[in-house]
């Protein structure tokens, strides 16, 4: 167990003022590559029938993979704390936000 310590790096991640308030999405559009995944994040909002992208994030597979196991892990300790997130029933043209996006022009 010592020898596994002494190999565990640290990384200092800074975080500037202008990132730490964050950027608030309710809709992500995931497209990939054989090199990269592309997750483009919006904001839906009521009335309003355009929605710009307002951060655009790109990671090689392995790391898409890993922010999925990320996600998983965190939604699990959510639930455990707070009780199971509900989702909207599934069905025909099922989509978890109630928008689709366009089939004609993704954002990449």
């Known amino acids: 167990m010592e020898k596994h310590k002494k190999n565990v790096r640290q990384i200092n991640i800074q975080l500037d003022e202008k990132v730490s308030s964050g950027e608030y999405a309710n809709f992500v559009v995931v497209t990939h ?5 592309v997750l483009d994040f919006t904001r839906i909002l009521p009335g309003v029938p355009k929605a710009k992208v307002h951060s655009r994030i790109i990671m090689a597979p392995q790391h898409a993979k890993a922010f999925v ?4 892990e965190n939604i699990k300790k959510f ?17 978890p936000f109630g928008v689709k996006p366009s089939k004609d022009v993704l954002p990449n």
């Not at 590559?33 to 995944?37: H, Q, R, T």
């Not at 196991?69 to 998983?72: L, P, W």
């Not at 639930?79 to 989509?95: L, V």
């Open 33 to 37: 590559s054989p090199a990269e995944f």
């Open 79 to 95: 639930e455990d704390k707070h009780g199971e997130i509900k989702m909207p029933n599934k069905g025909e043209g099922f989509s």
């Open 69 to 72: 196991g990320a996600i998983n």
